[in-house]
């Protein structure tokens, strides 16, 4: 920051003048020339204009803070010497423009043909651009989707090192998709719907852009301002410095001063804007004048000068001084006053965009040194040689600015004028009523508004320190008695009468840039909130700015509105869910207080399906520093209670409808989230259980067995283990413990009932019974013989069947430690649901089982055994009698009373013994 040459002056330093000009000369009409030793093939492009090299404007210090002051070199700001210290200037970089334009035909050059722009673009560049455009329906939006995971990776790089240099990143995140939309709409039919939807997100993304430059300004302004130690030292060092110049007092003005100092910053952010579409001023104006103005007048007066007079000749001016026009009432030549016309409105261009040294040079390549002369004199007058001592320096700036400036503002006044040059002379000197006729847009009139502040605050604290001169008495007394604020600029915007300028006051980023200058975070977050609630929804390049916007925030501990900050990053991950940026939604989840993040990423898994992205997602939430654990626990507790069947008991009769569903198989594969990590494998057993309940309780016990199969054989043993592993002597949990006897308890339930179905199947295919034959003869005995054997292989795998369904049925009727579905720790927190769900099964299955064992030994034949299994329902030892309902035990005896006449007939007594005589 060089304190004393650019200190409140608009020239642009030579090494920054056309960074964005050259930068928009890939796409724009205008290009500026390159260096001599570089080729336009190998031409390069910056990535964005740093907002700290924005150029000064009237009256002020460029305080747009630049990277080298994040470690302030004190004596390099205070200076040790007799001489004010000054930074010295980047080197030019290769291909920068060259600013003597007595050298170079600098007004050809900067209109060239539209397509001198276009030469650096690769061959790679337009195939795959063009391939683009014609695949997509949107080419545009397809194209800047890269801009979701750009703009993470950025965050993930910088944020935990300096948030500043991540606003710069973002800003050229967009700046660079920026160019290449452009280059899209260029390439595109006119009209082409294609195109009006890129040419809608390209001004998105501007705006956007230019919203992270003038963020970056404030913020690390004040942040440098606030927190550097070296601007305590400036400030104490700049009250002892002597004050009798203008300069003087206004560095220390800009230095305590708070509102003129962000003043001027959003100054130099509108006018850094300009510059950026520097490119846009004009439809390729040549200036044919090089060194001698008017030359179509001067050429006509001379033609006259030397024939006879007489015939009609058209009135111009007989005289050629700057004056002329005016003073004569006489035109020009009408080609000079169309060069002049152009020329003013490129001249306000050039100041609109801070580069007055520019429009100096371009007055004197133009054969106009008068008017170029004539924008020199706003520097503020100092003379270094004052204290005496010492070499002799140069004195700077102009000891009549005051004169200068009534002049500047009466030249603004006069009608004769052109409108351009009055909004030139307007600027100068802060006449804010001649400068808004010529500002066509929101930028514009904020710009006019705050330039015209800013000379305001300028000039009284110049007459409050006893410097103003007499001559100031002359401008108007709102000027110097306008008691200009941030919130009144905003407030007298909201009254134009450019309809253009109101409706873009109600936009979505000007609303935002509004009060970002204004510091109003509370209302900004209350736009936000307003936005979001309405139906219309919020172009998506916008959420992520808002997300990241508000993530900047709280990067600086700012006090903000936490309920509004959550709906933002709600609506942005919703947003990426629905685009499908899978890799992205943990991070921003990772935002949200700790609960509301484990739903919304639990909700987001809910709907992925496939196995490899399910351990994605899972990796990328412990990268994230979710909890993995609670997630996928809510996801399988979310999906099992999806169902509205109430779960209760129901009598004997077989299932209608026990075929699995899509929802049950959503129900089956949601186990696999528990079974990725070993730890959960706890987790696993207690959420399968409780969807078997359910699964048993409506019969479908090939679902159970679907879901039985999702849980990891060695899940019991992991589960000890991990136990152990954290040096636990003592039993398991009660939880657990009895999370895994209920697993126990219905593995052998699926496992009796797989026997059965078993035995049932081989049942119920029986072979002939073969009978002999008579007289047969030797191959027919073979036959009888191979069919006998078959008949006995399958009475033996019959009989082998049937032991088999008896123990598995006994099994779960007479399970160890109390009995089946019943814990046998009480030592844990009430769960009713689950108990009641236990005891319901308790009722349905083992009255079922009960009716299974019946079946199989009635059918076997074996029916003394099943009137023992009478005894053993009836035990007090087991109480199974309690599980049976009156309708069952009524069933049961019927069964019973069956075998018993079945025994009778045998000639045994009802119980299946033998009558004693």
Known sequence: MDWNQTWLSPAVRDTEVTRAARRKSSHKKVAFPLAQDESPGTSTTPARPQLRQTPGSLLKQTFTPRSALRNPDVSAILGTGSRTPRFVNTPRTKGSLSMNLDDSDWTNSLFPSPLSGMVDTSFTEDVSMSALMLKEDDPGEASSLSLFPDFLQSYLRHASTDVFDLLEEYEALCQDKVSMLQKMVLRSAPGQQKSSKTVSITWLLQQEMVTWRLITSLYRCNTLIHCSTAYELMVVFSLEMPTESEKAVMEQFFQKGNVVRQSQLVVDWLESIAKDEIGDFSDNIEYYAKSVYWENTLHTLKLRRN????????PLVTELDPDAPIRQK?????????????????????????????????????????????????????????????????????????????????????????????????????NLK?????????????????????????????????????ELEELPREFLETNWTLEKVFEELQATESKRVLDATKEHYHLIQKLVILGDLDGLLEEFSDWLGRSTALPAHLLRFMSHLVLFYRSLGMQLKEEVCVDVLKAYISLLVKEKQVDLIAFYVSHLP???????????????????????????????????????KT?????????????????????????TTVEDQQKIDVIDWLVFDPAQRAEALKQSNAIMRKFLASKKHDAAKMVFAKVPEDSMREIYRQWEEQGMDTPLPAEEENAIREHLCIRAYLEAHEAFNEWFKHMNCPPVKPTAPAQAK???????????????????RLGALTEDVKERIYNVLLFVDGGWMV?????????????????????????MMSFLLLTVLQRTERHQESLRLADIIASDQHRLYEVFSKDELQKFLQKMRESSLLLLDKGLDPLGYEIQP
């Open 594 to 632: 700790a609960d509301m993040a484990v739903s919304q990423y639990a909700q987001f898994l809910e709907e992925v399906t496939e196995t490899e992205q399910r351990k994605h997602c899972l990796e990328l939430a412990t990268q994230a520093g979710l909890d993995v654990a609670a997630i996928t």
């Open 434 to 470: 001649q400068l808004l006729p010529v500002c066509e847009s929101w930028e514009d009139t904020v710009w006019a508004y705050f330039r015209v502040m800013v000379d305001t605050l300028v000039e009284q604290e110049i007459c409050s320190s006893g410097l103003g001169s007499e």
């Open 778 to 796: 030797f191959t027919e005995k073979v036959a009888h013989e191979m069919k006998e054997a078959e008949y006995k292989n399958w009475q033996g």
């Open 635 to 659: 996801v399988v507790e979310t999906i099992r209670e999806r169902d509205t069947d109430e779960f209760a008991h129901h009598d004997l009769t077989p299932a209608l409808d026990t075929a």
């Open 823 to 847: 814990d046998v720790r009480e030592d844990t927190e009430e769960d009713s649901e689950r108990a009641h769900q236990m005891t319901l099964l308790r009722r349905l299955c083992l009255p």
């Open 307 to 314: 024939q006879s007079s007489g015939g009609f000749s058209r």
């Open 330 to 430: 006489r035109p020009l030549a009408d080609l000079d006053r169309e060069d002049d016309t152009r020329l003013l409105k490129n001249l306000f261009n050039l100041i609109r965009a801070g580069m007055t040294d520019e429009a100096q040079r371009l007055c004197k390549r133009c054969g106009q040194a008068w008017r170029a002369a004539t924008l020199e004199g706003w520097k503020l007058y100092h003379d270094p040689n004052i204290n005496g001592g010492g070499e002799l320096q140069a004195v700077e700036g102009n000891p009549h600015r005051s004169v200068w400036k009534v002049c500047c503002w009466r030249m603004a006044e006069e009608e004769q004028f052109n409108t351009y040059e009055r909004a030139i002379y307007a600027a100068l000197s802060g």
